[in-house]
């Protein structure tokens, strides 16, 4: 079964510092791109950042919100996907979504999309 | 970035309704959107991709259409199963964008 697992969510302080891990099986995790997402209670989906494969160089995007604090990266070799936040702020309160990308290639063009997601794991930053 | 708005933001219906929801970008994304659906404490959904593919084991009453700038989710005939909050997300630029999501409510 393709499976996505979040974990490492909790409670920090403002300012704080800590490292949410996603563990894939049932598919060959280093052949992906792979994402995280993130939701605010009672708001909207926010796309957080991605990593894309060895063959691409591992290189990563994150959203303007996010960038310069938090890190993605990944192990292949344990089939992990993790997300770095340093100097949390409370709007950074949300479940934290890891999602899988696939992409369809048609007239020589790649069409990504997010087929499989995690069931999330809530960070909470207050005092 | 890429800002998508969708509307309406809240739409009310009744089991069997054809619903439609409106997904609109600030710049043109060809057909690099997709749909998903979400229910309250469940994680999304994908429903479509490349604007107007069905996912594998989505139901066809669920379609889409659009390119460029505005996009068009469907749902032919409305089941219980339905109700729920959908969402675009398009993935042409660099950064990924949602769109603020339409919830579909019983009527």
């Known amino acids: 079964e393709v499976q996505l697992v979040e974990s490492g969510g909790g409670l920090v302080q403002p300012g704080g510092s800590l490292r949410l891990s996603c563990a894939a099986s049932?598919?060959?995790?280093?052949?992906?791109?792979m994402d995280w997402v993130r939701q605010a209670p009672g708001k909207g989906l926010e796309w957080v950042g991605r990593t894309r494969n060895k063959a691409n160089s591992y290189t990563t995007e994150y959203a303007a919100s996010v960038k310069g604090r938090f890190t993605i990266s990944r192990d292949d070799s344990k089939n992990s996907l993790y997300l770095q936040m340093n100097s949390l702020k409370t709007e950074d309160t949300a479940v934290y979504y890891c999602?899988?990308?696939?992409?369809?290639?048609?007239?020589?063009?790649?069409?990504?999309?997010?087929?499989?997601w995690g069931k999330g794991t809530t960070v909470t930053v207050s005092s | 970035d890429i800002q998508l708005t969708q509307s309406p933001s809240f739409l009310s219906a009744s089991v069997g309704d054809r619903v439609t929801i409106t997904c609109r970008a600030s710049?043109?994304?060809?057909?690099?959107l997709a749909w998903y659906q979400q229910k309250p404490g469940k994680a999304p959904k994908l429903l479509i991709y490349?604007?107007?593919t069905l996912q594998s084991g989505v139901p066809s009453r669920f379609s889409g259409s659009g390119s460029g700038t505005e996009f068009t989710l469907t749902i032919s005939s409305l089941q219980p199963e339905d109700f729920a909050t959908y969402y675009c997300q398009q993935l042409n630029s660099y950064q990924f964008t949602f769109g603020p999501g339409t919830k579909v409510d019983i009527k």
């Open positions: 999602a899988r990308e696939e992409w369809l290639l048609t007239n020589y063009y790649y069409y990504y999309y997010m087929d499989v």
């Open positions: 490349a604007a107007s």
């Open positions: 049932g598919f060959t995790f280093s052949d992906h791109y």
């Open positions: 710049q043109g994304i060809s057909s690099y």
